[in-house]
């Protein structure tokens, strides 16, 4: 706090005015305020001129450069006092610094452009809401999964609004079964998957995490989840169950024998036509190793084809063998063997 006369000249400071302004001399009384600040600005200097004329003045916040060039922020209200005739005598001005305070402000407006930075960065859905359920963030990803804005709505709305349907594709989801509003009830989620069905644009399956948001004292302010895309691995899933599926009709209705066994020799599966040709069970197969059911002239050659097929010598080969039925007797068959891989 300090208070000027008409010429702008100090009658009275406050201890802070000094500590704020960082003024070294210890009496200013009587000299001029454009004497202890020789770097005022002609803004401020016009700003005293209008109160000196009867105008209050006042700023939230406002920059003041000090004399080695930093920059102070201040709020500040400025207001002419009067004498007994009621005339103005001079300006009075009441400063708050709030440097601080808008250092803190900045702070965070860079943690809050760098965080919006990420979010809209990565390809993962970011999706949060308030206590209420009323969405409070949209990340860019999850603006172009949906081809909408997030909108204001009733919870009752959201799941037609943005096409949540249940993994089967077909049923919408309820409200209550919404990842976000259910992580904001329950706490957490893991996993959960649902499909996301815009109006323009193909489905889209995601995996949804979530987790409640709380302040320090541990008070629930909102929910927030994150939804991977799983597209890809839910159409690879299917075509494989679709392979296996046919695969596996044809292993097991198919007119001749077929079998897969490992490379110690047992039987892995076994379709029903070999069991028919050798006479065992395909559990009592599967108990086995070809060895044991192999004509004794036959198998030397059979393990040399077998190996050079694993070293990658051949690719397939083809050979006629004997069996030995489960009864005894030789069964003669035109074997063809080839490898399978796994990923590696």
């Not at 770097?39 to 000090?66: A, P, V």
């Amino acid at each position: 706090l300090a208070m000027f006369d008409l010429d702008m000249c100090y009658l009275a400071a406050s201890r802070q005015w000094f500590t704020d302004y960082d003024i070294r001399e210890k009496n200013i009384i009587g000299k001029s305020h454009y004497e202890v600040f020789s770097h005022i600005s002609e803004e401020w200097k016009e700003q005293h001129r209008r109160c000196l004329k009867g105008e209050i003045l006042k700023s939230k916040e406002d920059k003041f450069y000090k004399k080695d060039g930093s920059v102070q922020w201040l709020s500040w209200e400025m207001k002419p006092w009067f004498t007994d005739a009621m005339k103005i005598g001079g300006i009075i001005m009441h400063v708050s610094d709030i440097t601080e305070l808008k250092e803190i402000e900045h702070a965070n407006q860079q943690k809050q452009t760098f965080l919006e930075a990420i979010l809209d960065s990565i390809e993962v859905g970011i999706v949060s809401c308030d206590q209420s359920g009323t969405l409070t963030l949209f990340n860019k990803t999850t603006k172009n999964w949906h081809g909408l804005p997030p909108e204001v709505l009733p919870t009752s709305e959201l799941s037609g609004y943005y096409g949540l349907f249940k993994p089967d594709g077909k049923t919408p989801l309820e409200t209550e079964e919404i990842p976000l509003l259910r992580t904001l009830k329950n706490g957490s989620l893991k996993a959960d998957e649902i499909i996301i069905k815009p109006n323009q644009g193909s489905k889209r399956y995601v995996s949804v995490n979530g987790s409640q948001l709380r302040s320090l004292d541990g008070e629930i302010f909102g929910a927030v989840v994150a939804m991977h895309d799983i597209t890809e691995r839910k159409n690879t899933e299917e075509k494989l169950r679709i392979s296996e599926e046919t695969f596996r009709g044809n292993f097991e209705n198919a007119a001749i024998g077929m079998a897969i066994s490992n490379r110690q020799y047992q039987w892995i599966e076994v379709n029903e036509a070999f069991s028919e040709i050798v006479g065992y069970t395909i559990s009592e197969l599967q108990a086995m190793t070809f060895k044991d059911i192999t004509h004794e002239d036959d198998l030397a050659l059979d393990l040399q084809l077998l190996n050079e097929l694993i070293e990658g010598i051949r690719t397939h080969y083809h050979m006629e063998k004997r069996y030995i039925h489960k009864e005894g007797y030789s069964v003669h068959v035109i074997l063809a063997v080839s490898l399978v891989r796994d990923n590696e």
